[in-house]
T-cell receptor, first 110, second 116 residues
Framework: GQNIDQPTEMTATEGAIVQINCTYQTSGFNGLFWYQQHAGEAPTFLSYNVLDGLEEKGRFSSFLSRSKGYSYLLLKELQMKDSASYLCAVRDNYGQNFVFGPGTRLSVLP | GAVVSQHPSRVICKSGTSVKIECRSLDFQATTMFWYRQFPKKSLMLMATSNEGSKATYEQGVEKDKFLINHASLTLSTLTVTSAHPEDSSFYIC????????????FGPGTRLTVL
């Protein structure tokens, strides 16, 4: 079966660093994606990992450990506009199907 | 960048009517399009995957006779919610991918459907 877990909600302070974890158990694996979604809007792509290690893109970094079925998204220098839901998604095998996690609602406080 | 549009952005309809939602890739050819449903404060649930010119593949539990999907061209897919009922009220999002951008799905802005 397919199962992806994320914390439901997180709160952090403006300027701080926050790490959002994602664990997965899927029948296949061909990449893990992180998306940001503001309320009432469509998701926007943040990062993609297919090999173990850290991918850095500006204030956002994403880490993957395939052996542990684990990823995290790291957000640095938090801004108020970072308040959103963050979705972890796994692409199964070599198909195009994505399985999305439940999402983590991040609230950034002043 | 790749842009995907959806129309309409919002629709309110009476119970029993059918609603068609269009998803277009504006500046690329979408070999595959996906339709998702999202309930408030919940994650995206994949409903079906469609490849241009072939029948859609529906996820388990999704009624294909109720949610009709047509992917007639490389830039257009439509989702028709037939005989809509209040429980069909939801946020419907499409996404598209192309062979040249295998690693990404590009999401449309979503359609908010409210069935009275």
């Amino acid at each position: 079966g397919q199962n992806i877990d994320q914390p439901t909600e997180m709160t952090a302070t403006e300027g701080a660093i926050v790490q959002i974890n994602c664990t997965y158990q899927t029948s296949g694996f061909n990449g893990l994606f992180w998306y940001q979604q503001h309320a009432g809007e469509a998701p926007t792509f943040l990062s993609y990992n297919v090999l173990d290690g850290l991918e850095e893109k500006g204030r956002f970094s994403s880490f993957l450990s395939r052996s542990k079925g684990y990823s995290y998204l790291l957000l640095k220098e938090l801004q108020m506009k970072d308040s959103a839901s963050y979705l972890c998604a796994v692409r199964d095998n070599y198909g195009q199907n994505f399985v999305f996690g439940p999402g983590t609602r991040l609230s950034v406080l002043p | 960048g790749a842009v995907v549009s959806q129309h309409p952005s919002r629709v309110i309809c009476k119970s029993g009517t059918s609603v068609k939602i269009e998803c277009r890739s504006l500046d690329f050819q979408a070999t595959t399009m996906f339709w998702y449903r999202q309930f408030p404060k919940k994650s995206l649930m994949l409903m079906a995957t469609s490849n241009e010119g072939s029948k859609a593949t529906y996820e388990q539990g999704v009624e294909k006779d109720k949610f009709l999907i047509n992917h007639a061209s490389l830039t257009l897919s439509t989702l028709t919610v037939t005989s809509a009922h209040p429980e069909d009220s939801s946020f419907y999002i499409c996404s598209a991918s192309a062979r040249s951008s295998y690693n990404e799905q590009f999401f449309g802005p979503g359609t908010r459907l409210t069935v009275l």
